[in-house]
Protein backbone atom coordinates (compact mmCIF):
# COMPACT_ATOMS: atom_id res chain seq x y z
CA UNK A 1 0.00 0.00 0.00
CA UNK A 2 2.83 2.24 0.21
CA UNK A 3 2.83 4.80 -2.50
CA UNK A 4 -0.84 4.93 -3.68
CA UNK A 5 -2.81 7.46 -3.29
CA UNK A 6 -6.10 7.46 -1.42
CA UNK A 7 -7.97 6.84 -4.09
CA UNK A 8 -5.85 3.81 -5.37
CA UNK A 9 -6.75 1.79 -2.48
CA UNK A 10 -8.92 -1.47 -3.54
CA UNK A 11 -11.74 -3.04 -2.41
CA UNK A 12 -8.84 -6.06 -1.03
CA UNK A 13 -7.01 -2.87 1.23
CA UNK A 14 -10.72 -1.89 3.02
CA UNK A 15 -11.30 -5.91 3.64
CA UNK A 16 -7.95 -6.08 5.40
CA UNK A 17 -8.27 -2.83 7.24
CA UNK A 18 -11.73 -3.55 8.81
CA UNK A 19 -10.49 -7.78 9.45
CA UNK A 20 -7.74 -5.76 11.87
CA UNK A 21 -10.14 -3.71 13.45
CA UNK A 22 -10.22 -6.96 15.55
CA UNK A 23 -6.91 -8.07 16.75
CA UNK A 24 -6.43 -9.74 19.85
CA UNK A 25 -9.96 -10.80 20.05
CA UNK A 26 -10.93 -13.89 21.55
CA UNK A 27 -10.94 -17.19 19.27
CA UNK A 28 -14.56 -19.39 20.08
CA UNK A 29 -15.06 -22.61 18.26
CA UNK A 30 -18.54 -23.71 17.64
CA UNK A 31 -20.66 -20.47 18.09
CA UNK A 32 -23.03 -21.51 15.10
CA UNK A 33 -23.54 -24.95 16.28
CA UNK A 34 -26.38 -24.59 18.67
CA UNK A 35 -29.64 -26.50 19.15
CA UNK A 36 -32.99 -25.31 18.27
CA UNK A 37 -34.34 -23.69 14.82
CA UNK A 38 -31.61 -22.03 12.39
CA UNK A 39 -31.02 -18.32 13.16
CA UNK A 40 -28.62 -16.08 11.96
CA UNK A 41 -25.79 -15.84 14.86
CA UNK A 42 -24.01 -11.97 14.58
CA UNK A 43 -21.25 -12.09 17.11
CA UNK A 44 -18.89 -9.45 17.28
CA UNK A 45 -16.82 -10.17 20.39
CA UNK A 46 -15.70 -13.46 19.84
CA UNK A 47 -14.41 -15.66 16.61
CA UNK A 48 -13.80 -19.09 14.98
CA UNK A 49 -11.71 -18.90 11.53
CA UNK A 50 -14.76 -18.90 9.79
CA UNK A 51 -17.07 -16.71 11.76
CA UNK A 52 -14.35 -14.09 11.27
CA UNK A 53 -13.54 -13.85 8.00
CA UNK A 54 -17.59 -14.11 7.35
CA UNK A 55 -17.88 -10.56 9.64
CA UNK A 56 -15.24 -8.69 8.00
CA UNK A 57 -16.42 -9.15 4.82
CA UNK A 58 -20.17 -8.18 5.67
CA UNK A 59 -18.88 -4.97 6.99
CA UNK A 60 -16.50 -4.44 4.29
CA UNK A 61 -19.61 -4.43 2.17
CA UNK A 62 -21.48 -2.09 4.58
CA UNK A 63 -18.42 0.21 4.10
CA UNK A 64 -18.41 0.28 0.47
CA UNK A 65 -22.17 0.63 -0.02
CA UNK A 66 -22.49 3.49 2.58
CA UNK A 67 -24.79 1.92 4.18
CA UNK A 68 -23.49 1.34 7.82
CA UNK A 69 -26.21 -0.02 10.14
CA UNK A 70 -26.95 -3.29 12.22
CA UNK A 71 -29.61 -4.36 9.61
CA UNK A 72 -27.68 -3.61 6.80
CA UNK A 73 -24.75 -5.92 8.26
CA UNK A 74 -26.98 -8.82 9.34
CA UNK A 75 -28.59 -8.93 5.85
CA UNK A 76 -25.17 -8.72 4.15
CA UNK A 77 -23.59 -11.64 7.19
CA UNK A 78 -26.95 -13.96 6.34
CA UNK A 79 -26.31 -13.42 2.45
CA UNK A 80 -22.70 -14.79 2.95
CA UNK A 81 -23.44 -17.92 5.59
CA UNK A 82 -26.57 -19.02 4.15
CA UNK A 83 -27.43 -20.76 0.22
CA UNK A 84 -28.76 -18.08 -1.83
CA UNK A 85 -28.61 -16.00 1.19
CA UNK A 86 -31.84 -17.28 2.49
CA UNK A 87 -31.81 -19.19 6.13
CA UNK A 88 -34.16 -22.54 5.28
CA UNK A 89 -32.73 -24.91 8.20
CA UNK A 90 -29.79 -26.43 9.66
CA UNK A 91 -28.49 -27.81 5.59
CA UNK A 92 -29.03 -23.96 4.28
CA UNK A 93 -25.86 -22.59 6.01
CA UNK A 94 -22.57 -23.20 3.98
CA UNK A 95 -21.08 -25.28 5.88
CA UNK A 96 -18.12 -26.45 3.70
CA UNK A 97 -16.05 -24.21 1.94
CA UNK A 98 -16.04 -25.46 -1.24
CA UNK A 99 -20.14 -24.78 -0.99
CA UNK A 100 -19.55 -21.44 0.40
CA UNK A 101 -17.49 -20.22 -2.43
CA UNK A 102 -19.17 -21.73 -4.98
CA UNK A 103 -22.63 -19.89 -3.19
CA UNK A 104 -21.10 -16.50 -3.35
CA UNK A 105 -19.57 -16.76 -6.35
CA UNK A 106 -23.02 -17.20 -8.12
CA UNK A 107 -24.15 -14.23 -6.10
CA UNK A 108 -20.80 -12.40 -7.70
CA UNK A 109 -19.93 -11.59 -4.21
CA UNK A 110 -16.50 -13.24 -4.08
CA UNK A 111 -14.29 -14.45 -7.27
CA UNK A 112 -12.43 -17.55 -7.17
CA UNK A 113 -8.74 -16.52 -8.31
CA UNK A 114 -7.02 -20.05 -7.61
CA UNK A 115 -7.70 -20.69 -11.59
CA UNK A 116 -5.40 -17.37 -12.50
CA UNK A 117 -2.97 -18.62 -9.78
CA UNK A 118 -2.09 -22.00 -10.89
CA UNK A 119 -4.65 -23.85 -9.47
CA UNK A 120 -4.74 -27.64 -10.58
CA UNK A 121 -8.57 -29.58 -10.44
CA UNK A 122 -8.94 -32.32 -7.74
CA UNK A 123 -12.32 -33.63 -6.34
CA UNK A 124 -12.48 -35.14 -3.12
CA UNK A 125 -15.12 -36.96 -1.25
CA UNK A 126 -16.60 -35.26 1.08
CA UNK A 127 -18.73 -36.60 4.46
CA UNK A 128 -16.94 -35.20 7.40
CA UNK A 129 -19.88 -33.83 9.19
CA UNK A 130 -22.40 -36.83 8.44
CA UNK A 131 -19.14 -39.22 9.46
CA UNK A 132 -19.15 -37.57 12.67
CA UNK A 133 -22.69 -35.99 13.24
CA UNK A 134 -22.04 -35.99 17.65
CA UNK A 135 -20.30 -32.77 16.66
CA UNK A 136 -22.94 -31.18 15.24
CA UNK A 137 -26.16 -31.05 17.28
CA UNK A 138 -28.71 -30.85 14.17
CA UNK A 139 -27.47 -33.96 12.70
CA UNK A 140 -29.69 -35.51 15.48
CA UNK A 141 -32.73 -34.58 13.52
CA UNK A 142 -32.98 -37.56 10.80
CA UNK A 143 -34.59 -35.15 8.41
CA UNK A 144 -31.14 -32.64 9.06
CA UNK A 145 -28.68 -35.33 8.53
CA UNK A 146 -30.79 -36.81 4.98
CA UNK A 147 -30.10 -33.35 4.00
CA UNK A 148 -26.58 -33.04 4.36
CA UNK A 149 -25.74 -36.54 2.95
CA UNK A 150 -27.25 -34.69 -0.31
CA UNK A 151 -25.07 -31.99 0.04
CA UNK A 152 -22.29 -33.69 0.88
CA UNK A 153 -23.00 -36.09 -1.94
CA UNK A 154 -23.38 -33.29 -4.53
CA UNK A 155 -19.49 -31.80 -2.87
CA UNK A 156 -18.01 -35.32 -3.72
CA UNK A 157 -19.03 -34.32 -7.36
CA UNK A 158 -17.42 -31.07 -7.64
CA UNK A 159 -14.72 -30.55 -9.17
CA UNK A 160 -11.96 -27.68 -7.58
CA UNK A 161 -8.88 -25.69 -8.73
CA UNK A 162 -6.40 -26.37 -5.97
CA UNK A 163 -3.18 -24.27 -5.23
CA UNK A 164 -0.90 -27.08 -4.31
CA UNK A 165 1.27 -26.42 -1.15
CA UNK A 166 5.03 -26.45 -3.62
CA UNK A 167 3.85 -24.59 -6.23
CA UNK A 168 2.05 -21.97 -4.24
CA UNK A 169 5.84 -19.63 -3.38
CA UNK A 170 5.62 -19.21 -7.36
CA UNK A 171 2.50 -17.47 -6.75
CA UNK A 172 2.48 -15.64 -3.81
CA UNK A 173 3.58 -12.24 -5.30
CA UNK A 174 0.20 -12.50 -7.22
CA UNK A 175 -1.82 -13.09 -3.81
CA UNK A 176 -3.81 -9.27 -2.97
CA UNK A 177 -3.91 -8.03 -0.24
CA UNK A 178 -7.45 -8.80 1.23
CA UNK A 179 -7.42 -11.71 -0.27
CA UNK A 180 -9.59 -14.49 1.51
CA UNK A 181 -6.83 -17.95 1.66
CA UNK A 182 -8.37 -21.30 2.40
CA UNK A 183 -6.25 -24.50 3.51
CA UNK A 184 -7.01 -27.14 1.65
CA UNK A 185 -6.84 -30.07 4.05
CA UNK A 186 -5.86 -34.04 3.66
CA UNK A 187 -8.11 -34.80 6.23
CA UNK A 188 -10.15 -37.58 5.56
CA UNK A 189 -13.79 -36.00 4.32
CA UNK A 190 -13.15 -32.59 4.70
CA UNK A 191 -12.28 -29.92 2.34
CA UNK A 192 -10.95 -27.07 3.89
CA UNK A 193 -9.72 -27.06 7.32
CA UNK A 194 -8.58 -23.61 8.24
CA UNK A 195 -9.47 -19.85 6.42
CA UNK A 196 -7.98 -16.27 6.67
CA UNK A 197 -6.95 -13.42 4.91
CA UNK A 198 -3.72 -12.58 3.07
CA UNK A 199 -2.15 -9.20 4.28
CA UNK A 200 0.53 -7.53 3.36
CA UNK A 201 3.00 -6.27 5.99
CA UNK A 202 6.03 -4.90 5.28
CA UNK A 203 6.98 -6.81 1.81
CA UNK A 204 6.09 -10.11 3.27
CA UNK A 205 2.82 -11.66 3.20
CA UNK A 206 1.21 -12.67 6.06
CA UNK A 207 -2.20 -14.30 7.15
CA UNK A 208 -4.48 -12.79 9.70
CA UNK A 209 -7.08 -15.36 10.95
CA UNK A 210 -9.05 -16.36 14.14
CA UNK A 211 -6.25 -18.39 15.48
CA UNK A 212 -7.67 -21.98 18.30
CA UNK A 213 -3.77 -22.30 18.53
CA UNK A 214 -2.99 -18.28 20.08
CA UNK A 215 -6.75 -17.99 21.02
CA UNK A 216 -7.56 -14.98 19.63
CA UNK A 217 -7.38 -12.94 15.66
CA UNK A 218 -3.72 -12.05 14.91
CA UNK A 219 -1.16 -11.81 12.12
CA UNK A 220 0.87 -14.54 11.70
CA UNK A 221 4.74 -14.54 12.57
CA UNK A 222 5.35 -16.42 9.82
CA UNK A 223 5.34 -15.43 6.02
CA UNK A 224 1.80 -17.26 4.34
CA UNK A 225 3.99 -19.40 2.63
CA UNK A 226 5.74 -20.87 5.44
CA UNK A 227 2.84 -20.92 7.75
CA UNK A 228 1.29 -23.20 4.81
CA UNK A 229 4.40 -25.21 4.38
CA UNK A 230 4.66 -26.11 8.36
CA UNK A 231 1.52 -27.78 8.25
CA UNK A 232 1.45 -31.07 7.65
CA UNK A 233 -2.06 -31.21 7.33
CA UNK A 234 -2.28 -29.10 4.44
CA UNK A 235 -1.73 -29.65 0.89
CA UNK A 236 -3.08 -26.57 -1.02
CA UNK A 237 -4.87 -23.21 -1.05
CA UNK A 238 -8.39 -21.77 -2.25
CA UNK A 239 -7.71 -18.31 -3.14
CA UNK A 240 -10.60 -15.77 -3.93
CA UNK A 241 -11.04 -12.33 -3.68
CA UNK A 242 -14.32 -10.19 -2.35
CA UNK A 243 -15.97 -8.55 -5.28
CA UNK A 244 -16.31 -5.05 -4.35
CA UNK A 245 -16.77 -4.03 -8.42
CA UNK A 246 -20.36 -5.62 -8.04
CA UNK A 247 -20.81 -3.94 -4.55
CA UNK A 248 -20.30 -0.24 -6.34
CA UNK A 249 -22.86 -1.01 -9.19
CA UNK A 250 -25.44 -2.29 -6.12
CA UNK A 251 -24.19 1.00 -4.27
CA UNK A 252 -25.04 3.04 -7.84
CA UNK A 253 -28.91 1.70 -8.65
CA UNK A 254 -30.12 2.53 -5.29
Not at 46 to 69: N, W
Not at 115 to 136: A, P, V
Not at 152 to 161: D, N, Q
Not at 182 to 202: I, M, N, P, Y
Request: proline share 1%; with cysteine; hydrophobic share 40%.
Amino acid sequence: MQGRQNDDYSHGDLVAAIAMLFLDKPYQAGTLEQSGRERLNANLSAFDCTTFVETALALSRCAESGKISVPEFRKNLQSLRYRHGRINGYASRLHYFIDWLSDNEKMKWVVDRSKSLGGIFQRKKIHFMTTHRELYPALKSKAQLTQMLMIEKILSRRVVRIIGKDKFSMQKSKVNNGDIVAFVTAQEGLDVAHVGFAVRKGKSLRLLHASQKEGKVVISKKTLADYLKSNKRFTGVIIAESNGSFAKEMREKA
